[in-house]
């Protein structure tokens, strides 16, 4: 009670003596400034009033200033915000896994599987498959395998000449067994492919290079003959940038070629260039070329080529091209192309005389595709296929006269409906006026594929080859056939499918080579897991 007291009591005092100050005094014989109000009685408020203002004229304008206010040119109107465009979402799940198997008659299992994965900057893809059959006559069983893979990087900036670059690394395995089933006692033989190649593609300030190097090798091992092997090393040079207004380059290609302990290189170097138009694009090149043939016989030439193409609006596009040169022919070509050849052929590079081309495109829409196109073309040193011994086939170089015309087309007629078409016709002469062997005077094939629903899809097609020589006299014909195929897919998840295919299903007699009859109906089921 005694604290309460004392603090009111200073409180008081403080308060007394605030009140004892006195006010700022005025300088003397100041006059008295009193409010209006109570002077005159009358309230005074500080708005001036209009009306009791002289009018005044307004200030002229510059004609600037007008020109500023009133522009003589017609500004556009502001234009709105572009509608953003939908934004679609992916569906379909990208899955780095898969395993295919499946089996068809003749006993026939087929597996295929791959996986892919990032690591320490670098892309590997790995893939492999296995094919085995029991056969549809007599010693007609095979087995294939393969594996291969892939590895892509992509340089960090910080790499002066390879920042930004990508360059790939491949590595692949094949390996198959069958036997010359068309002789009497059908030797065995083996095929084993390997192929190594690195290549890199970047830019260094305005300069965008190519470099590729690869190394291949073939072997042929048949029982009672004596086993080849084909060697191939690679490497090969683009270098371009853009000359005022065109694309100007250097290129260099050089094989390193070996048959049979023989060499035959193939090496060729030279410009080209691209100049891009409006409604015009050419393009075209020219170098120097050097080969030799597996018997030694040295040959040089010169390689010229050129294309242009035509945009004759937006749904026309007319392509003319022209070339002239060497071409490799390797072993590994020959043999991919007919597994029966004989161990003893001889390599020479062919000599295109001259080779036209000549094809007009109608594309209204991307829904539909047609293009119809002619090709004229002399070669010397073709190689050409005849028979060979107990079986086998060779090649012999011979100069050929080639004409063909062809055509294709593909409409999407709905997002479910899709149809594929094309034929080729041919009519190529050897130089004794008879037709060249194993070329088909007409080919031709259609496809439908038809999505009922989202999970099940079906398609149907044919494959005509029409008859083909056996023989440079012209004596021994294999009669044309008609392939008939179905293909069936149902998805019974997001990761597993259903599959089923069938071939030849007319039972057409199917020969490639004098000889060798290919199976009859095949039919073949199967499932796909994605993971």
Request: charged letters at 20%.
């Amino acid at each position: 009670m005694r604290s309460i007291t004392t603090i009111v009591g200073l409180v008081f005092c403080s308060a007394m003596m605030f009140a004892q100050q006195q006010p700022p005094s005025q300088p003397p014989n100041s006059p008295i400034e009193l409010p209006e109000f109570l002077v005159t009685g009358k309230e005074l408020i500080n708005v001036g009033a209009g009306a009791k203002s002289a009018p005044q004229r307004p200030p002229l304008l510059s004609a600037t200033r007008l020109d500023s206010l009133n522009p003589t040119e017609k500004q556009p109107i502001p234009a709105l915000p572009a509608r953003p465009l939908p934004q679609y979402r992916r569906t379909s799940v990208v899955w780095p896994g898969y395993l295919q198997a499946e089996i068809g008659n003749y006993i026939t299992p087929n597996v295929l599987a791959g996986y892919s994965f990032v690591a320490g900057g670098y892309r590997l893809d790995f893939s492999g498959d296995v094919q085995a059959s029991d056969g549809w006559a007599a010693n007609t069983q095979y087995l294939t395998t393969g594996l291969k893979v892939v590895s892509t990087y992509v340089a960090p900036d910080k790499f002066i000449f390879f920042g930004g670059s990508t360059t790939q690394a491949d590595l692949g395995l094949r390996h198959r067994s069958y036997k010359l089933f068309a002789r009497p006692d059908a030797l065995e033989r083996t095929h084993t492919s390997m192929d190594l190649g690195v290549g890199v593609d970047g830019k260094y300030e305005d300069v965008r290079y190519q470099a590729k190097a690869s190394w291949t090798s073939q072997s042929l091992s048949t029982s009672s003959m004596r086993d080849v092997s084909d060697n191939v090393f690679r490497g090969s040079l683009r270098a371009e940038q853009q000359w005022k207004s065109a694309d100007v380059g250097l290129m260099m290609d050089m094989r390193l070629q070996t048959y049979a302990e023989n060499a035959y290189p193939f090496v060729e170097a030279g410009a080209y260039g691209r100049w891009v138009a409006k409604t015009l694009r050419i393009a075209g090149g020219a170098g120097v070329q050097w080969a030799t043939s597996s018997t030694g016989v040295d040959r040089f030439g010169l390689g010229v080529g050129g294309q242009a193409d035509l945009f004759l609006g937006p749904d026309l596009t007319v392509t003319a091209a022209v070339r002239s040169g060497m071409r490799s022919v390797t072993f590994r070509d020959l043999v991919m192309m007919n597994p029966y050849i004989d161990d003893s052929v001889r390599l020479d590079a062919a000599y295109d005389i001259v080779d036209l081309r000549g094809t007009i495109t109608f594309h209204p829409s991307v829904r539909t595709t047609i293009s119809a196109g002619v090709r004229m073309r002399q070669t010397d040193r073709e190689p050409v296929w005849v028979p060979g011994q107990n079986g086998t086939f060779s090649v012999d170089y011979r100069t050929v006269s080639l004409f063909e015309i062809n055509a294709d087309a593909r409409f999407i007629i709905t997002p479910r409906d899709i149809v594929v078409a094309d034929i080729r016709m041919t009519n190529a002469s050897v130089s004794e006026a008879s037709a060249q062997p194993y070329l088909p005077s007409i080919r031709a094939s259609a496809d439908y594929q038809r999505t009922w629903f989202e999970a099940l899809r079906t398609g149907v097609g044919v494959v005509y080859i029409g008859q083909r020589w056996a023989d440079l006299a012209n004596t021994i014909a294999l009669s044309g056939y008609a392939d008939l195929r179905l293909n069936a897919s149902y998805t019974i998840s997001s990761s597993f499918d259903l599959h089923a295919r069938a071939e030849n299903l007319l039972g057409s007699t199917v020969i490639l080579w004098e000889g060798y009859r290919e199976r009859g109906i095949f039919v073949t089921v199967g499932c796909t897991w994605k993971f």
